[in-house]
């Protein structure tokens, strides 16, 4: 990863393409040095997230146990695999 590297914010499975007032240093923990740069949410984003939490809240409280933990284990399964 560069400096040039933004990380966006994500709603709805896609990225926030928008432009955003502030933007953040992300550091390697391990060297120090900053290898990517974050957006900062500006209002309006933070809105459009929790209407899209909102909204998946409402057909995630339908689903059944069983189907919720087989998306956590997978979920789970996916950030052991790509952790550095």
């Known amino acids: ?3 040039d590297t933004l990380i966006p914010h994500w ?4 990225p926030v393409t ?3 007032d502030r933007y953040g240093d ?3 923990p391990a ?3 900053v290898s990517a740069r974050v957006a900062m949410a500006t209002p309006a984003v933070v809105d459009q997230a929790v209407a899209s939490s909102k909204a998946a809240a409402e ?3 339908h ?3 069983a189907k919720r933990t087989k ?3 997978a979920f789970r399964e996916l950030v052991d695999r790509h952790k550095v």
């Not at 709603?11 to 896609?14: F, T, W």
């Open 1 to 3: 990863m560069t400096t």
């Open 18 to 20: 928008r432009l955003a």
């Open 59 to 61: 057909s995630w409280k």
């Open 26 to 28: 992300v550091f390697n």
């Open 63 to 65: 689903s059944s146990l």
């Open 71 to 73: 998306i956590l284990f």
């Open 11 to 14: 709603i709805d499975g896609a």
């Open 31 to 33: 060297t120090g040095a």
